[in-house]
């Protein structure tokens, strides 16, 4: 019962984030699994040469990311895709940039099994952590469950303070709405439409460098505290928010399964900062583990 | 035949028809129309109306007509060991396994309808049957109608129309029926908001404000929880996205259990506290986007979540039963809309779903009492599409003809294709979201419907080559988008994408441009189709005016417009008018204005002659005391006195298309849809 109330507490989201959050019967969360999760995700031991943990690639200072272009794994072996910002993942419905995990519980193991990554095994895992596999599992994706961002700017003005927002943010959220239209992908709580599209970031010279999901399609990121989740893109091709807003103000890299509905904006510069100002807002706290 | 078409019957077209139908004379069936409800059906077209039933209907009436019971006798005392001899005997049969039928399984559902013309889909009704909370749409105010009595009061003791600046909606009662839970939706500087409010139940009290902000843009409040401090309610956020959230009596406070995006069907389908307040069973679309819609059980708390009705097609509107251990939604999962139950145990579903009750028609299900009673709206009438002969010089000649007897009311907007051996017009869906696009050949009366994710269209245009026609949407979002549809694939192709609503949009004879009309913000916009470029051609002079219903002219030279110029400060000053434009934006020519008070403030919908000689238009008379008058009126493209077109009746008419021979007029006409309550009674009698 204590367990239950202080699960109660601790699963209390953040201002602006759902109180349900999708769960699987067969994971539930409780507080021993939730800090054996917290204890793993920090653990070195779960990389091959000792170097590196989950919270290498997905570090708490940097909103769950790690500021560099791609993912970087055991022996400085370089991936093709940043390491997104693990934020409210609870909430998610696919996983990875291109979705081939459909649970937390499938996605948890797969960095830590990937020589390019973590590079371990599962024998491997079990003889280090000395616990078995399944439970490495369903404790790592309690745990990543428990990190939401929430209760930023934006939230508060949402809740009814109209003083949360300035009113360049509130500009940019007009911006976001409206001519922009930022929102047909990033909406909801989390901001993420949880779909995948073909923004163009995968084509250059026009060749398609990264199939992605399919066609060059990458899922819709959250953009929780995307102030602090730089560079941008699933390639960590676009340095800054306002390299971002740039790109998609052009209308996004020419191809033929471009998304249609990324076409030229016509923003003014008055209305690109605003949409930046906005985008800053978005962030807050971010809350994890038991705490 | 499409999957969603109902039954066709034949209609029963006259009083004497239906007098004869129900074997009593015209006048009995007048009588009966008006003092307990007959179903009958008014279409008011040029100078007379005429009316019309359908033989289910009747039937459904018929069988659900009330009998007044005579008064039982006093029990004579000679029957009293009978009685007890009787009871014996049956104790007796259940001790052998023999079960006297009883009375609740002799029970069957029947259909009666409470009421008509006042239909509101937002209604709410006490879980005991007697309450009915409404809003009354004759004054915009709150309204708790005594269903025993049949007496209604109302609330806020409000002043004015429903059109004027505010109105009370989706009223629930709390559950020691003390309190009134509901959203006030109100114009401010000409922007419409919305706010959650609480009165107590007595005409005349105060309502306190509990959630203004300016974020929130649509309230549904749907239930209280059991100890009465706090409100299930449905947000729609200014975004269009919405929320399931309890929202605190006492202060206000919002807590979102669930964020439905784009997934939230309309206002009428809201969320439904189980008896026992444990869980909460919502519908929503399966994605956005997605025409279907699946039932799920959330516990209260938010912490678990279960998909009780799956499966494609309409699944919405789910209700509990009063022991909470079904679901009641309405579904067209078995080709046309019913009413299905599905067992539910421990918030999850325990079993397949049941049909109740078949052949429902368009509904909107408003509630289930105890005794297992379901209410919901059934509508009535609406637009249908009109062909007349014309003059080449605009005026109408002859008798009208209605297009197709097929979904009558629920067709509009028709426009003709360049080769004038079709029609594509608009067909309302049956579940209420939106319109199907339909193309009709003139020569078989062959259809093809066009059911689209981007659907709710808003007006559709043929291409030049007559196989393709633009599409206007307007999207979940605030935004809108233009496609064209392939017709003989079904294919979209998006052309452009813009902020706002879609208004009218128009295509230029040589198809290379866009014009549209920015109705708030009193401009004419064009797109360049080839790169979706916006720009200004036109705004009406004045800082307060709307610009609305386009019309190319046939040389592509000139635009006709209506506009109302306003004025906050002086109403009389404010007019309504007609335009005329060169698609440059220069040139402007008012060639018809009213005071708004003549026009009654509706739109004219006007379209130009083939020779572009004459502009048509639609007028509006309302004397006081009189129905409204609609009229088709023609003006010469050039200016000069407006006279009527040879078309004329309580309308309002919709959309006017000449043929491409010029010889022809297509034109929506009919009231608007007309609203009845119902009720099914024994609905879960198929489960006992």
Redesign the interface.
């Known amino acids: 019962m204590k367990a239950l109330l202080l699960l109660s507490l601790v699963l209390r989201p953040p201002r602006g984030l759902d109180l349900y959050m999708p769960v699987p019967d067969a994971n539930p969360l409780t507080p021993q699994k939730i800090a054996l999760g917290r204890r793993l995700f920090f653990d070195k031991r779960l990389s091959l040469d000792g170097t590196l943990a989950c919270a290498s690639c997905h570090d708490p200072k940097q909103a769950f990311s790690d500021g560099r272009k791609v993912a970087v794994g055991i022996g400085g072996a370089e991936g093709t895709r940043s390491a997104p910002a693990i934020v409210n993942r609870g909430y998610g419905r696919t996983f990875f940039w291109d979705g081939r995990a459909k649970t937390l519980e499938e996605q948890a193991l797969e960095p830590i099994l990937n020589p390019k990554e973590l590079g371990m095994t599962e024998a491997e895992i079990e003889r280090r952590t000395g616990l078995k596999i399944d439970d490495v599992t369903a404790a790592l994706a309690s745990y990543v469950r428990t990190i939401r961002a929430g209760d930023s700017r934006f939230d508060r003005y949402a809740s009814g303070n109209p003083r949360a927002l300035s009113d360049l943010e509130k500009a940019g959220l007009a911006v976001f709405r409206g001519k922009a239209r930022c929102n047909t992908c990033h909406i909801g709580p989390n901001f993420s439409d949880e779909q995948f599209h073909n923004t163009g970031i995968a084509w250059r010279d026009g060749k398609l460098v990264d199939l992605g999901a399919g066609e060059g399609k990458f899922k819709v990121p959250t953009l929780r505290e995307v102030a602090h989740t730089a560079p941008y893109m699933h390639d960590g091709s676009l340095a800054t928010l306002e390299d971002v807003v740039d790109y998609y103000d052009r209308g996004g890299n020419a191809n033929p399964g471009l998304d249609e509905d990324v076409r030229p904006l016509h923003l003014s510069a008055e209305e690109k900062l605003a949409l930046v100002a906005f985008l800053r807002s978005l962030s807050g706290t971010i809350r994890e583990g038991n705490s | 035949m499409n999957a969603n078409e109902p039954r066709l019957e034949t209609r029963l077209e006259s009083w004497k028809e239906i007098g004869a139908y129900l074997q009593r004379d015209a006048t009995t069936a007048r009588r009966w129309e008006k003092e307990e409800g007959l179903p009958v059906h008014r279409h008011s077209h040029k100078t007379r109306s005429t009316v019309y039933a359908y033989r289910s209907e009747i039937d459904a009436w018929r069988a659900g007509r009330k009998v007044v019971p005579e008064p039982a006798p006093a029990r004579p005392l000679w029957k009293v060991p009978a009685f007890a001899l009787t009871m014996l005997l049956c104790l007796i049969m259940v001790g052998n396994g023999v079960r006297p039928v009883s009375a609740q399984q002799s029970q069957t559902i029947t259909a009666r309808q409470l009421w008509t013309g006042s239909g509101d889909e937002e209604a709410s009704i006490t879980p005991d049957g007697r309450y009915f909370a409404t809003t009354d749409w004759t004054s915009g105010d709150l309204m708790i109608r005594d269903l025993s009595t049949n007496q209604s009061r109302r609330l806020l003791a409000k002043s004015g129309g429903w059109e004027q600046a505010a109105y009370a909606s989706s009223p629930v009662l709390s559950p020691d029926l003390r309190q009134v839970a509901f959203q006030w939706y109100h114009n401010t500087s000409n922007d419409l908001k919305a706010d959650l409010r609480v009165m107590p139940n007595e005409p005349g009290a105060k309502p306190r404000v509990l959630?203004?902000?300016?974020?929130f843009g649509y309230f549904r409040a749907s239930a209280w929880s059991r100890d009465g401090k706090s409100i299930l309610a449905t947000i729609w956020?200014?975004?269009r996205?919405a929320?399931l959230a309890w929202i605190s009596a006492t202060d206000g406070s919002?807590?979102?259990?669930?964020?439905l995006?784009?997934r939230s069907p309309n206002s009428s389908r809201s969320a439904q506290l189980s008896p026992d307040g444990r869980f909460i069973a919502y519908s929503a679309l399966e994605r956005?986007g997605s025409t279907n819609s699946r039932v799920y059980v959330?516990t209260a708390?938010?912490?678990?979540?279960e998909e009780v009705v799956s499966g494609s097609g309409v699944n919405e509107a789910p209700f509990w039963s009063a022991d909470g251990r079904r679901l009641v939604f309405t579904s067209n999962r078995s080709g046309s809309f019913g009413v299905w139950a599905v067992p539910i145990e421990k918030g999850r579903a325990a079993g397949v779903a049941t049909l109740l009750k078949a052949d429902i028609g368009r509904t909107d299900p408003i509630g289930l009492t105890r005794s297992g009673s379901y209410y919901y709206l059934h509508t009535q009438g609406g637009q249908d599409v009109f062909l007349a002969n014309l003059d080449p010089d605009g005026r109408v000649r002859g008798d009208s003809s209605r297009l197709t007897d097929n979904f009558v009311g629920s067709n509009r907007s028709p426009v003709w294709s360049p080769d004038g051996k079709s029609i594509a017009f608009q067909r309302a869906r049956l579940d209420g979201r939106g319109y199907d696009l339909v193309i009709r050949t003139l020569e078989n009366g062959a259809e093809r419907t066009y059911t689209e994710k981007v659907l709710p269209i808003v007006q559709v245009e043929w291409f030049a080559d007559g196989k393709s026609l633009l599409v206007p949407t307007r999207d979940d979002?605030?935004?809108f988008s233009v496609y064209r549809l392939n017709g003989a694939d079904g294919k979209l192709?998006?052309l452009i994408?813009g902020?706002?609503k879609p208004e009218s949009i128009f295509l230029s004879p040589d198809q290379k441009t866009l014009y549209r009309s920015d109705r708030p913000a009193g401009k004419i916009v064009t797109y360049d189709l080839s790169?979706?470029?916006?720009k200004t051609v036109f705004t009406l002079p004045g800082k307060d005016g709307l610009v609305f219903r386009l019309a190319v002219s046939p040389d592509g030279r000139s635009l006709a417009f209506n506009s109302i110029e306003r004025d906050p400060g002086n109403r009389a000053h404010e007019k309504a008018g007609l335009y005329r434009v060169g698609v440059d934006g220069a040139g402007a020519q008012a060639l018809y204005t009213t005071a708004i008070d003549e026009l009654n403030g509706v739109a004219g919908v006007q379209t130009w002659t083939k020779d572009g000689q004459y502009i048509l238009f639609n007028t509006l008379t309302s004397a006081q005391g009189q129905p409204q008058q609609w009229r088709l009126m023609r003006i010469r493209a050039a200016g000069g006195r407006p006279e009527p077109a040879g078309l004329e009746g309580t309308g309002p008419f919709h959309q006017f298309a000449i043929s491409p021979d010029g010889r022809h007029i297509a034109y929506g006409d009919g009231p608007a849809a007309v609203r009845e309550v119902w009720v099914l009674d024994n609905a879960l009698a198929a489960l006992k």
Not at chain 2, 211 to 215: D, L, T
Not at chain 2, 254 to 259: A, D, E, I, P, Q
């Open positions: 959630v203004a902000n300016p974020e956020k200014t975004d996205t929320q919002v807590k979102v259990l669930k964020s995006e784009w956005s959330l708390d938010g912490s678990k979540e979002q605030n935004s192709t998006k994408t902020p706002g790169g979706g470029r916006e």
